[in-house]
């Protein structure tokens, strides 16, 4: 059974600040992997896919790799603003997977 | 568009009492899906349809049903509330399994 972890549950930095969150997951034969932004309140919104056959994916000042060896994925976010303060999750599903599999999510706060 | 939408927001059941949470979404989806969020936890699948009448159990079923008879609507019933049922739920919406999620902006039960 595919389980998925995100390290740290909790996250505080100073704005301007380049930081790196961390997904892990068990199975690592994975069809792709997406990273979600959720504010407090609200509903998740997708913010990058990157497909198993791919490395990595960039958005702006936010930039996922994927390493499917060895079950890991990290979303980088360079130059933090206090507007990226939110709880940043990610999910997975298998090649012959219906449904995505979602880690617990971090909680970023960044100060002003 | 509206994307995915659900109502209620809020709602406070009293324990036994049954409820319907309402979910639509207009970008002509076929697969739909219910997940519930709990603090600390990543989110939980309870029911997916992969087209209208059909469905089927996630990971969560228990005191839950659902129906599908049209593309857009996707309603969630609660049967006999327990309070093991306070959480937030989510549904969300996608092109196809492997794709992005459109999530709707959740609502928030509580069980007393």
């Known amino acids: 059974k595919q389980e998925v972890t995100q390290i740290p549950a909790a996250l505080s930095v100073p704005e301007g600040e380049n930081l790196v969150l961390n997904c892990s997951f068990t199975?690592?034969?994975?069809?792709?992997l997406q990273w979600f932004r959720q504010d407090p309140g609200k509903g998740l919104t997708s913010l990058l896919l990157?497909?198993?056959?791919?490395r990595e994916q960039t958005s702006g000042r936010l930039n996922a790799s994927l390493d499917k060896s060895s079950g890991r994925s990290t979303l980088y976010i360079a130059a933090s603003q206090p507007g990226d303060s939110a709880t940043y999750l990610c999910?997975?599903?298998?090649?012959?997977?219906?449904?995505?599999?979602f880690g617990p999510g971090t909680r970023l706060s960044v100060l002003p | 568009n509206a994307g995915v939408t659900q109502t209620p927001k809020f709602r406070i059941l009293k324990i036994g009492q049954s409820m319907t949470l309402q979910c639509a979404q207009d970008?002509?989806?076929?697969?739909m899906y219910w997940y519930r969020q709990d603090p600390g936890m990543g989110l939980k699948l309870i029911y997916y349809?992969?087209?209208?009448?059909?469905?089927d159990k996630g990971e969560v079923p228990n005191g839950y049903n659902v129906s599908r008879s049209t593309t857009e609507d996707f309603p969630l019933r609660l049967e006999l509330a327990a309070p093991s049922q306070t959480s937030v739920y989510f549904c969300?919406?996608?092109?196809?399994?492997?794709?992005?999620?459109?999530f709707g902006p959740g609502t928030r039960l509580t069980v007393l």
């Open positions: 970008m002509n989806h076929n697969y």
């Open positions: 199975d690592s034969a994975i069809y792709n």
């Open positions: 999910a997975v599903i298998g090649n012959y997977g219906q449904n995505f599999v």
């Open positions: 969300a919406s996608s092109y196809a399994p492997q794709d992005t999620q459109y």
């Open positions: 990157i497909q198993s056959s791919q």
């Open positions: 349809s992969v087209g209208a009448g059909i469905t």
